[in-house]
């Protein structure tokens, strides 16, 4: 559960950094919910 706060707390700061227009919102929520599948998936495979 530390492991996925701290992804999505870098993350979040990535796209809060990273993007100026709405296609990059776009592109970084798109990111951000592939990361959290991922972790998701590793979790459940425990």
Known sequence: MQ???S???LM???LLAGCSTVEG???DLKSLGG???K???TD???
């Open 12 to 14: 979040a700061l990535l």
């Open 25 to 27: 919102i776009g592109k």
């Open 39 to 41: 972790e998701a998936t």
């Open 7 to 9: 992804v999505l707390s």
């Open 3 to 5: 492991k996925l706060l």
């Open 35 to 37: 990361t959290i599948e």
């Open 44 to 46: 459940k495979a425990k």
